[in-house]
T-cell receptor, first 114, second 112 residues
Framework: AQSVTQLDSQVPVFEEAPVELRCNYS??????LFWYVQYPNQGLQLLLK??????LVESINGFEAEFNKSQTSFHLRKPSVHISDTAEYFC????????????FGSGTRLLVRP | EAQVTQNPRYLITVTGKKLTVTCSQN?????MSWYRQDPGLGLRQIYY???????DKGDVPEGYKVSRKEKRNFPLILESPSPNQTSLYFC???????????FGSGTRLTVV
């Protein structure tokens, strides 16, 4: 079985500042890792994913996440945030076994202030 | 367009009145799942289905039923809704051998 921990429920940050949203997971098998974003009053959108290969993955809007197997982490970073990045971010994990189950963290609300 | 369609988007109902939230996908995905999202708890799995006529409980199945009579449809049934089922619900589907998931737009349910 897998589990996901997002340590920060809310992260306030000023516009153009860097940000890191933390995600740690536990699993007895290898995993696939995901970050989803939910803008206010909207559904879930896939932001980026790690399946295999390079441990650094990037999204089209400047976010990146690095898979660290030894620390079982998949932190999300952006060097300079915009007001429009205000949203809730969910880290999720799925085991590379026969289970399709996608397990989510409790979410981190990113609040970008002018 | 490949998508997962949920209906309705918003629903307000009264305690005890049976309701069904529909979910349909047009990608021929084997796997489908229902989640509920609550503040501070993230998304929790209610039920899932590995294929037609194959369903199983997730982490929070109490008070819900599902069926999978056709591959494309996976309705969520609340036989006797209660206020603690007020939540945002998401349907998702996935293809065997793929790690990716497609989510519906969500259904916001309020039970009064």
């Amino acid at each position: 079985a897998q589990s996901v921990t997002q340590l920060d429920s809310q992260v306030p940050v000023f516009e153009e500042a860097p940000v890191e949203l933390r995600c740690n997971y536990s699993s007895s098998v290898s995993v696939y890792l995901f970050w989803y974003v939910q803008y206010p009053n909207q559904g879930l959108q896939l932001l980026l994913k790690y399946l295999s290969g390079s441990t650094l993955v990037e999204s089209i809007n400047g976010f990146e996440a690095e898979f660290n197997k030894s620390q079982t982490s998949f932190h999300l970073r952006k060097p300079s945030v915009h007001i429009s990045d205000t949203a809730e971010y969910f880290c999720a994990v799925r085991g590379q076994d026969s289970s399709y189950k996608l397990i989510f963290g409790s979410g981190t609300r990113l609040l970008v202030r002018p | 367009e490949a998508q997962v369609t949920q209906n309705p988007r918003y629903l307000i109902t009264v305690t005890g009145k049976k309701l069904t939230v529909t979910c349909s996908q047009n990608m021929n995905h084997e796997y489908m799942s229902w989640y509920r999202q609550d503040p501070g708890l993230g998304l929790r799995q209610i039920y899932y289905s590995m294929n037609v006529e194959v369903t199983d409980k997730g982490d929070v199945p109490e008070g819900y039923k599902v069926s999978r009579k056709e591959k494309r449809n996976f309705p969520l049934i609340l036989e006797s809704p209660s206020p603690n089922q007020t939540s945002l619900y998401f349907c998702a589907s996935s293809f065997q051998g793929s790690a990716g998931y497609t989510f519906g737009s969500g259904t916001r349910l309020t039970v009064v």
